[in-house]
């Protein structure tokens, strides 16, 4: 096969039944049991039945869109023996790309992420954070009019509103207090924003509020021993790949509260000398952003038997 990219997805990809296509595929339903036994709960029931609210709830999200993305890797690799050159995972999608990798175990990233969820939940209450997507404006553009909108609070505000996710050179999402938030939209889209969508989150991840929450995360990854990474990952926070334990652990921890750099992610895979990223999990998402951060490159979705066969077809 021609040398490939797996890219991992975050959240709001989840859906109900989203692995039921894999019916009783033994690496699916290992990788099912592995996570369930690791959190003491059946992973499984709720992937399948739902509903639709509980899975939605970031404490779920996580560890269930973490399964769903090694539960696809290791169907492919059972079915191809063939590895990505490289990794990369959208902000929760990292974890996913670091048990591929072989830097943490399932277990450990499922009792992380469920961790990780909780605190972020707690660092903001639900209704004082907020997220939203702003289409068809340059990123550089968003990190202005954030600022705008910050500074038409006063000096010494305590309303925060940053660009955290920059997902397509058109495509950047912002977070911070619900207030903030809100006004940023209307700043933006008076500046030429197509649109500004308010995003369906229980909190403003990525975000400088979610300090708290990666200062209590960064001791959680303390206490956790690192494998040497199998495959190069290579991370949101610095788009870096880090071999040395400690960096990993720290780009985590940033990563919890600083902006998933997910365009140069994608530019830095190409520099590799790759064009196929295949999106390992639920969804579509990443592999549309691939083709819009450049035209040269192939976005492929691997999430069920029918597409890892066109996966592989593609890669002959």
């Known amino acids: 096969m021609k040398p490939f990219a797996f890219v991992f997805p975050g959240q709001g990809s989840q859906a109900v039944g989203m692995l039921d296509a894999w019916g009783q595929h033994p690496a699916v339903l290992e990788t099912l049991r592995e996570a369930s036994e690791a959190l003491g709960e059946d992973l499984s029931t709720l992937i399948r039945e739902g509903p639709k609210e509980a899975l939605g709830l970031t404490t779920n999200t996580q560890p269930v869109m973490l399964v769903a993305g090694v539960a696809t890797y290791r169907a492919w690799l059972s079915e191809t023996g063939v590895a990505p050159a490289v990794l990369a995972g959208h902000s929760l999608g990292e974890y996913s790309a670091l048990v591929a990798a072989g830097v943490l175990t399932l277990a450990q990233a499922a009792q992380l992420v469920r961790f990780r969820a909780q605190a972020m939940q707690e660092a903001v209450p639900v209704g004082v954070g907020a997220m939203a997507a702003i289409l068809g404006m340059q990123a550089d553009q968003v990190i202005e009019g954030c600022a705008e909108a910050v500074r038409t609070f006063g000096l010494g505000t305590l309303e925060v509103v940053e660009a955290v996710n920059f997902n397509d050179p058109m495509q950047t999402v912002i977070a911070g207090s619900k207030a903030a938030v ?4 209307e700043v ?4 030429g924003a197509k649109r500004a969508l308010p995003l369906p989150v229980s909190a403003p991840f990525h975000s400088s509020l979610m300090k708290p929450a990666a200062d209590r995360l960064r001791e959680q990854l303390a206490c956790i021993e690192f494998g040497n990474p199998q495959i190069p990952v290579i991370n949101n926070v610095d788009v870096a790949v ?5 960096r990993i652990r720290d780009a985590l921890y940033r990563q919890a509260f600083g902006p998933v750099r997910w365009v140069e ?3 830095a895979i190409k520099a ?13 998402v990443l592999a549309g952003l691939s083709k819009r951060v450049d035209p040269e ?5 691997l999430f069920d038997p029918a597409s890892l066969d066109a996966v592989k077809e593609l890669l002959e």
């Open 182 to 185: 809100e006004k940023a939209c």
């Open 265 to 267: 992610c994608v530019q």
């Open 188 to 191: 933006l889209k008076a500046n």
């Open 297 to 301: 490159l192939t976005g492929v979705p």
């Open 272 to 284: 590799k000398g790759l064009t196929t990223l295949v999106e390992c999990g639920p969804g579509k």
């Open 242 to 246: 880090e071999t040395d334990h400690d």
